[in-house]
């Protein structure tokens, strides 16, 4: 008949990490099935006893208890070396986990190994496959035509890749600039971001406007051919996929910065210059006498020859100095007229952005979560029906969820962002604790 469990040993700082890691629900079941285990050992009940309490077999909980006692001399020294708790913590899990596995001998040398990661970081191109990236299968047998091995399969493979953190699935777009000269690319993000963070001052000091515009092509008007199925308990909404065209409409579409407003959207079959021309004027009609400056790309509508026409109109410009277009003057050029609609001195002046930096322009924001929430699930009968939603979501949108963007971009180029920067919340915590221990060595 098993006697009474010989007394465990717990200091008052042990003791607190073990009912940690009981009352804790993030931990695993095995961990604090064993941390309940040496606390019931501590109060001093029977390997019998706690068996039946933590649902063990009578010599696992004997096996913990021996562990622990064998544990306990190099658990002590942690604890009066003055360390964190949270090292002592992880001391305690180390006892209480299971005990690394010898596991059989490895199938594949390190050599072998190291040339399917080769393998995998080559273009399948050079291999003679049409493909434009690698699968696990393609890489098995890719490898066994060239004799890195005998035979390997495909599970094995993406264990390989896995292991060297690679992912041929996977793909990430960028984009250079067309700008040649670096410091003029700098110097154009660099006025779009000013002009983004002055905007509140000038708002409040001049009553100066400062606008996104932008345009939303082709929003067609698709009917579907049946019903959309709702939504179930363990079952999404079902769309039917097959679909009726209606015909298509344009948006063009301000983003007041300072308020979070989209303000006078127009809606059209058309984008030409004279249809941004007179979005321009009937945005700059419901504040007729003051300061707009719109943010806009590098379309050639928003350099037109009838923007610059209308802008000097209202800076009293008379039309004959600003010479014909593609001759001389202000109108020669897409890059006379540019400069003209760019001037300071004007009360209505235009920012352009980048080329290939639409990444700038709030407003395109504002048209991902118009085509998210009112476009792409939706169905509609007809253009108008179309036309109506829009304008609908948009009035919704102003009343219940738009406000000014934080925008804390201060122009740094994206080429100096580093590669090798943290992105998960792991990482980010790493490089956080590391900071805070180089700042503590310092002020030691």
């Given at each position: 008949m098993p006697g009474k469990a010989a007394e465990v040993l717990v200091t008052d700082s042990l003791l607190t990490i073990l009912r940690q890691i009981v009352r804790q629900s993030t931990v695993s079941r095995r961990l604090a099935q064993r941390a309940q285990v040496i606390l019931l050992a501590w109060e001093g009940l029977?390997?019998?006893?706690?068996?039946?309490e933590v649902n063990l077999h009578r010599r696992q909980v004997g096996l913990w208890r021996a562990r622990w006692q064998e544990s306990m001399p190099a658990l002590q020294s942690i604890a009066q070396a003055g360390k964190a708790l949270s090292e002592l913590r992880r001391a305690v899990e180390d006892v209480l986990s299971d005990a690394p596995r010898p596991g059989?001998?490895?199938?594949?040398?390190?050599?072998?190994?190291?040339?399917?990661?080769?393998?995998a970081c080559e273009e399948p191109k050079l291999s003679g496959r049409p493909i434009t990236h690698w699968t696990g299968s393609e890489?098995?047998?890719?490898?066994?035509?060239?004799?890195?091995v005998k035979s390997i399969s495909t599970s094995q493979v993406n264990r390989f890749l896995r292991e060297a953190k690679l992912q041929p699935h996977r793909s990430r777009y960028w984009i250079t600039t067309t700008e040649k000269d670096q410091a003029v690319f700098e110097a154009q993000v660099d006025i779009v971001c000013q002009t983004y963070l002055s905007a509140p001052k000038l708002a409040a000091t001049e009553g100066t406007h400062t606008v996104c515009v932008d345009e939303m092509t082709s929003i067609q008007a698709l009917e579907r051919i049946q019903i959309t199925i709702?939504?179930?308990?363990?079952?999404?909404?079902?769309?039917e996929f097959e679909y009726q065209r209606h015909g298509t409409t344009c948006l063009i579409c301000n983003w007041d910065v300072v308020e979070g407003q989209v303000i006078s959207p127009t809606l059209g079959p058309t984008r030409t210059e004279v249809d941004f021309c007179w979005h321009i004027h009937d945005t700059v009609n419901t504040d007729p006498n003051a300061?707009?400056?719109?943010?806009?790309?590098?379309?050639?509508t928003h350099i037109s020859e009838a923007?610059?026409?209308?802008?000097?109109?209202?800076?009293?410009?008379?039309?004959?100095?600003?010479?014909?277009?593609?001759?001389?003057?202000?109108l020669q050029s897409m890059a006379t007229r540019r400069e003209f609609l760019s001037q300071a001195r004007h009360r209505i002046r235009f920012v352009y952005l980048p080329k290939h930096s639409s990444w700038l322009n709030q407003i395109e924001s504002i048209f991902g979560i118009i085509n998210r929430k009112a476009l792409r699930r939706a169905s509609f009968t007809s253009v108008a029906e179309l036309q109506t939603r829009i304008l609908d979501f948009i009035d919704y949108l102003n009343r219940t969820m738009a406000k000014p963007f934080n925008w804390t971009y201060t122009g740094r180029p994206l080429a100096s962002k580093s590669d090798d920067r943290p992105r998960t919340w792991k990482e980010k915590w790493?490089?956080?604790?590391?900071l805070l221990k180089t700042q503590v060595s310092s002020q030691l």
């Open positions: 029977t390997n019998l006893d706690i068996a039946a059989s001998p490895g199938t594949f040398t390190p050599q072998q190994v190291i040339a399917i990661i080769s393998l890489l098995a047998d890719e490898a066994q035509q060239r004799k890195i709702p939504m179930k308990p363990g079952q999404p909404e079902r769309i300061k707009w400056v719109f943010v806009v790309d590098n379309l050639n923007l610059v026409r209308y802008v000097a109109m209202l800076e009293g410009i008379p039309r004959s100095e600003l010479g014909r277009k593609g001759h001389s003057g202000i790493t490089a956080r604790r590391n």
